[in-house]
Every structure is written in C-alpha cells, then in structure tokens.
C-alpha cells in the first residue's frame, strides 16, 4: 500500500521536474515527415505489419476499413483488405474497429485478430479472421470467429489495442467501461473484464470458451470469481500498448480523468490504481486503498501540457539512431510527442522532442522496427533526423 505521506512528498517533486521537462524546448534534430504521401485514411486508428517478410503494412480506420498497402515511400495505391462498416459501431468518438494483430504463424495459418465495437446490445469484440489463400491482399469476411464479447456500459474508453506478446499469448486492452470516474468501479473490481489488460491463449480452448487461460495468469485457478483472463487491472482506459523485446518491459499509455495522464510499465497481477488514483494524485477515497498493493506509473504529465495520452514504443529502428532506446508518446489534443528514458530503476529522464498540430491516435512499427505514426488528418508519418 502506498504511502500517502512520502507518496506526496515525492509526488511535488516530481511533478515540478516532469513539467519543466514537458514544457522546454523541443529537440531540434528529429522530425515528422509524411511516409507516404500519395495516400491518405480515414481517421486511421492502427498501424500492423504481419512479419511475414512481404514488408506490408496494413492501417485500419476507424469505420470498419482495413487497407493495406507497400511499405514505400512512393507507394499510391492502397488495397481493401476488409470491410466491416457494418458490423461496427463507430457512432461514439471512441467506438469503432480499434485493434488487429496478426498469429505469429500468420505466414502458414494465415489468422489475424480484430477488436471492434459492435451495438445491439454494445460491446466490445474479439475476433478472428481468415485470409483469402487465392488473394493474400483479401480477407474472408465470412470468416469470422467471435472469441469473446465484453459488454460495454458506455460508449467510452473501450481500450482496444490487442497484441501477441513474446510468450505468444494474446493481450487484450479493456477501459473501465466509460462515463467519467469509474462509477460501476469496474477498475478496482477483479469480477469484471473491463479495466484491465486480458492474456489468453488463442490455440486452446477452455470449457464453453474459444481459448484458453494461460496457468501462469494472476487469478488462474482462483475460487473468488475474479476474471482469469485478466494479466493486470486498475486502468481507467488504456490506448495503446507494446513490449520492448530489448529491456522485456510491457508499456502503456493509460489516458487520464481531469488532470493527469500516465505511462505505466505493466507486470503481472498488478493493480495501477484507477480509480483511487489518478496519475500519481489520489482521485478517490484514500480509505480504498486499504489492502491493496497500488503500482504508481513511471511518468505523468498534467493536463496543463497534454489531454490524452497516446502510448507508443521503445524505438529500435536504425533511421533515426538518436531516438534509440527512448520509449516515444504523444498527446492527441496538444499534439506534442516526448521520448522517455528510463533505467527500469529510478532515473527517469523524459524530452519534449518535438510540437506537431496533428492529432496522434496510434504508433505502429514496420518489419525493421522503424516507426510511425497515425494522425487524424488522415496521413502516415515517421520520424527523420534533421540532419
């Protein structure tokens, strides 16, 4: 449990640095350039690469579309992969089709994941799909498997981003189910799917479910009717997440309530604090956390700076070296982007590295780790060296 004291103590100091750092100049060395000029989206949500070696990329909107696409900067044509406009439900500014991942044996068994909004009754969806094997630029649409539904109480913070991890399982990111401040409490509460990160297991099955749970997961096995899907909880709406192979750490971008928006490191089992805290700050009744073992996130900024967190990576690619090592985000609103450096102890070092005025909605990386970015002025963008 955390203590509130020393908790405060720190937390004034922090925050002093954290917004000196957040408000100084940008770095002069690195900035956006559109990948690809010749084409454009619609509120393009996601960028994925299957990593099966034909070094395509495929963006989705956030409608129901998923084009795809030669990674080349001259590229002018992009291909319908799939069209499910009306399976989903995009009419909330946060619903719509949000996530896919491709299997990791994509390349022979040719699945690849989606998690959309749906309505009547309103949920959350996971499913899984089948490419055409006569058109591997075509998706089956009558292929669809539903895995699992989440019914959503509101039409916000549905998370949305699902990834293979390293270990091969399937992460699936849950808000707590919307409104403002958590009023189901669905983020303290183990009992319910929403406001957490799911781990399962797509190549198994479990009694009446299509996967299976993982025996490693946190309440695998628990007799307190805790969800056994669930890897870790206490995120108020987490949008986008990824693992940095290098250092195995689990990042994410959990966007805030009224002041503060957070990046977290996430470890298995653990409770991130919403809706007691907001950030570092106590947002609820202190007497909550009695019990409870609170993981503080590793960086806040306040919303002075920034009014929704859009989680990113670690960049590993070989273009822009000066960023390598640095887990790079951004704020869709202020559309500013920072790298944080971080030693997985204590120093913690974060950089405004650059002011756009685009609205960022989502990172992706290619084959070569290089990364970009997805704006809603319907362009994709990467990082190049100002030299």
């Known amino acids: 449990m955390r203590n509130i004291l020393l908790w405060y103590t720190i937390l004034v100091f922090i925050n002093t640095i954290g917004c000196q750092n957040n408000l100084s100049q940008s770095r002069s060395t690195v900035k956006v350039v559109s990948a690809f000029p010749n084409i454009q989206f619609k509120r393009p949500v996601d960028l994925q690469t299957p990593m099966d070696g034909s070094n395509r990329l495929f963006v989705l909107e956030q409608q129901g579309k998923i084009f795809v696409f030669d990674n080349s900067p001259s590229v002018s044509e992009k291909l319908l992969f799939l069209d499910i406009t009306d399976r989903v439900n995009d009419r909330g500014n946060e619903e719509g089709l949000l996530g896919l991942a491709f299997h990791p044996d994509f390349s022979s068994n040719k699945y690849f994941f989606l998690d959309y909004t749906s309505d009547n009754p309103r949920r959350t969806i996971i499913a899984r799909y089948q490419v055409d094997p006569n058109m591997p630029s075509r998706a089956l649409k009558e292929s669809e498997q539903v895995i699992l539904e989440v019914p959503q109480p509101y039409s916000n913070h549905n998370g949305g981003q699902i990834s293979f991890g390293p270990d091969g399982y399937l992460y699936i990111a849950l808000g707590d189910g919307g409104s403002g401040g958590d009023p189901h409490n669905n983020g303290q509460n183990p009992r319910t799917l929403l406001g957490s990160i799911l781990r399962i297991d797509i190549d198994q099955t479990s009694g009446n ?94 919303h002075d700076v920034g009014q929704s967190v859009t989680g990113g990576f670690v960049y ?57 970015l997805c704006a809603f002025d319907g362009y994709i963008y990467r990082f190049q060296s100002q030299n």
Not at 213 to 223: E, K, S
Not at 227 to 237: P, Q, S, T
Not at 239 to 249: G, I, P, Q, V
């Open 209 to 302: 479910k299509l996967y299976g749970i993982p025996a490693d997961n946190p309440f695998y096995g628990n007799t307190e009717g805790f969800k056994e899907e669930i890897y870790a909880y206490g995120l108020r709406n987490p949008w986008r997440f990824s693992f940095d192979l290098e250092t195995n750490r689990f990042w994410t971008g959990d966007v805030g309530q009224n002041k503060y928006e957070e990046i977290d490191i996430i470890i298995k089992g653990g409770n991130y604090g919403w809706n007691i805290f907001e950030g570092f700050h106590l947002y609820g009744n202190p007497a909550d956390t009695a019990g409870k073992s609170l993981i503080d996130p590793v960086w806040e900024y306040s």
């Open 316 to 372: 590993r690619g070989i273009s822009v070296p000066e960023l390598t090592g640095l887990y790079i985000y951004a704020d869709y609103v202020s559309g500013r982007i920072w790298g944080l450096k971080y030693d997985g102890i204590n120093d913690i070092q974060n950089e405004l590295l650059l002011e756009s005025d685009l609205n960022i909605s989502s990172f992706g990386t290619d084959q070569d780790n290089e990364l970009y």
